[in-house]
Nanobody, 123 residues
Framework: QVQLVESGGGSVQAGGSLRLSCAASGNIYSRLSLGWFRQAPGKEREGVAV???????KSADSVKGRFTISRDNAKNTLDLQMNSLKPEDTAMYYC?????????????????WGQGTQVTVSS
């Protein structure tokens, strides 16, 4: 089992920055794939950025050049640095994990989830 706890959400004006963090605990191994997903009201959950156990990174086109995902295997943490935020980035952001041998932005491939942290970007 893997437990995930997010922190760092909040409210910011468009153009601002936020940094999300996720602390993982339980049966943690370096090959664990970790990712950030988000869900806005009335919309499906979508992949934002993921980082595999072997260091591969994949990001959604909508956040490329603005969001950076990183992990610290020694501390079992996952971060998401979000810059140049837009109102359309407003959503509940979730940290997710899965043991898999490929990299994926599909939420269906992740079986461990945090409770989420709200990000609100005002115009």
């Amino acid at each position: 089992q893997v437990q995930l706890v997010e922190s760092g959400g909040g409210s910011v004006q468009a153009g601002g920055s936020l940094r999300l963090s996720c602390a993982a605990s339980g049966n943690i191994y370096s090959r664990l794939s970790l990712g950030w997903f988000r869900q806005a009201p009335g919309k499906e959950r979508e992949g934002v950025a993921v980082i595999s156990g072997f260091g591969g990174v994949k990001s959604a086109d909508s956040v490329k050049g603005r969001f950076t995902i990183s992990r610290d295997n020694a501390k079992n943490t996952l971060d998401l640095q979000m810059n140049s935020l837009k109102p359309e980035d407003t959503a509940m952001y979730y940290c997710a994990a899965s043991y898999m041998d490929y990299i994926s932005l599909s939420s269906a491939d992740y079986n461990y989830w945090g409770q989420g942290t709200q990000v609100t970007v005002s115009s």
